[in-house]
């Protein structure tokens, strides 16, 4: 079974400073992984993936994240925190590429000035 | 080209009523999923569809809910005599295949409220 810890529900940072959220995964096949961000009463947008290519992945929006293996986790980074940033971030994971994505619960990310 | 559609986007039923949600997917796009967000919990799956097929439902409960993709119309997502616990987002994605280079595209959501 698969499962997705965020260590999190709330990171607050101020505007230009380092964005770190995190995540730590379970999974008993190689996984792919994502980052989705949701905006208030909006769907999800997907930030980026990573699927057994490059270990470091870049998003959009100037979100990356790194896949580690021996540390089961895959977090979000960005260097500059936006006001726009704003919103919450979800991580999830799946063997069976896009079909059944298993979810974090989320960790909002709040954007002071 | 429009995106994912799903309507209504808030619904509101008493104890014991059905609901109705509808999820219209990407043109082009066959594959359907449904996912249920409760609150202050992330994304559940529930079920994934093609046309008219039904390829893993393991998420859903095995009672009162139930999901269809006609050759013709759009996803429906059905929940018989809700109870106050249904009260949750419900999010249907849709993407053109499965794999790692096909992603899943997200609807708004419809917000479900029993009362």
């Known amino acids: 079974a698969q499962s997705v810890t965020q260590l999190g529900s709330h990171v607050s940072v101020s505007e230009g400073a380092l964005v770190l959220l995190r995540c730590n995964y379970s999974s008993s096949v190689p996984p792919y992984l994502f980052w989705y961000v949701q905006y208030p009463n909006q769907g999800l947008q997907l930030l980026l993936k990573?699927?057994?290519?490059?270990?470091l992945v870049k998003g959009i929006n100037g979100f990356e994240a790194e896949f580690k293996k021996s540390e089961t986790s895959f977090h979000l980074t960005k260097p500059s925190a936006h006001m726009s940033d704003a919103a919450e971030y979800f991580c999830?994971?799946?063997?069976?590429?896009?079909?059944?994505?298993?979810f974090g619960k989320g960790t909002m990310l709040l954007v002071s000035p | 080209n429009a995106g994912v559609m799903q309507n209504p986007r808030h619904l509101v039923r008493r104890r014991g009523q059905e609901a109705r949600l509808r999820c219209s997917p990407m043109k082009g796009h066959s594959h359907v999923y449904w996912y249920r967000q409760l609150p202050e919990e992330g994304l559940k799956f529930m079920v994934y569809?093609?046309?008219?097929?039904?390829?893993?439902e393991s998420g859903m409960p095995k009672e009162r809910f139930s999901a269809e993709f006609p050759k013709e119309g759009p996803s429906i997502l059905r929940i018989q005599q809700v109870v106050r616990g249904d009260s949750a987002a419900y999010f249907c994605?849709?993407?053109?295949?499965?794999?790692?280079?096909?992603?899943?595209?997200f609807g708004q959501g419809t917000r479900l409220t029993v009362v």
């Open positions: 990573y699927t057994s290519a490059a270990t």
């Open positions: 569809l093609q046309k008219e097929n039904i390829i893993d």
């Open positions: 994605a849709s993407s053109l295949g499965q794999g790692e280079n096909t992603e899943a595209f």
């Open positions: 999830a994971v799946s063997d069976k590429g896009y079909s059944t994505l298993t």
